[in-house]
């Protein structure tokens, strides 16, 4: 059985948006992706498609954002504090603000926005951010003391997978203790 696609209108697009503004935070970048998905998936079903929908797309979009409901700033401060939080470096949570349609400009902002709320300087912050992904995948300090020699090249690869540099990794897995990582 084919699958029917609903027209898209003016209407069915306000909807969609709202709809996905409800469940998840978004740039505006991020929303005009996810209209344009969702013309994309029509025209694959060969549903109707209004003329001029990228216009209806971009009034759509600046609805939302005149409304307020979308700010860029604002997501991309908390996505960034969140990120932080969960122990994400801060190249790997600029790429993705970037992926999230966030301009280079509004990312700055955030990542000086952090620094300021966290009161550290971007280095520190660095290292706040790898001591969070070191106590959250138990690495380093976080492994029973036994196991931390025969793991720690396997901690430090996994360190720079997520985008640390090999100094601050090397600092945090090579730490004598939890303890010590919360001093520094």
Do not use: C
């Amino acid at each position: 059985m084919k699958r029917v696609a609903r027209p898209i209108t003016v209407k069915y697009l306000q909807n969609a948006a709202a709809f996905y503004l409800e469940r998840y935070p978004s740039s505006a970048e991020g929303l005009r992706r996810v209209l344009n998905r969702r013309v994309a998936k029509a025209k694959m079903l060969d549903a109707p498609i209004m003329d001029n929908v990228q216009q209806a797309i971009e009034v759509v979009v600046a609805k939302f954002v005149d409304a307020g409901v979308i700010d860029d700033k604002a997501f991309a401060q908390t996505k960034a504090r969140s990120l932080h939080r969960r122990g994400t470096s801060s190249r790997l949570t600029r790429q993705k603000l970037k992926m999230a349609g966030v301009d280079a400009d509004t990312l700055d902002e955030a990542m000086q926005g952090l620094d300021v709320e966290l009161d550290v300087t971007p280095a520190q912050r660095e290292h706040h951010a790898a001591a969070a992904l070191a106590r959250r995948r138990r690495l380093g300090p976080y492994r029973p003391t036994e196991d931390r020699k025969d793991h720690r090249l396997r901690d430090l690869a996994t360190m720079a997978r997520a985008g640390f540099a090999y100094d601050v990794a090397k600092k945090v897995i090579d730490a004598k203790d939890a303890d010590s990582l919360d001093e520094a």
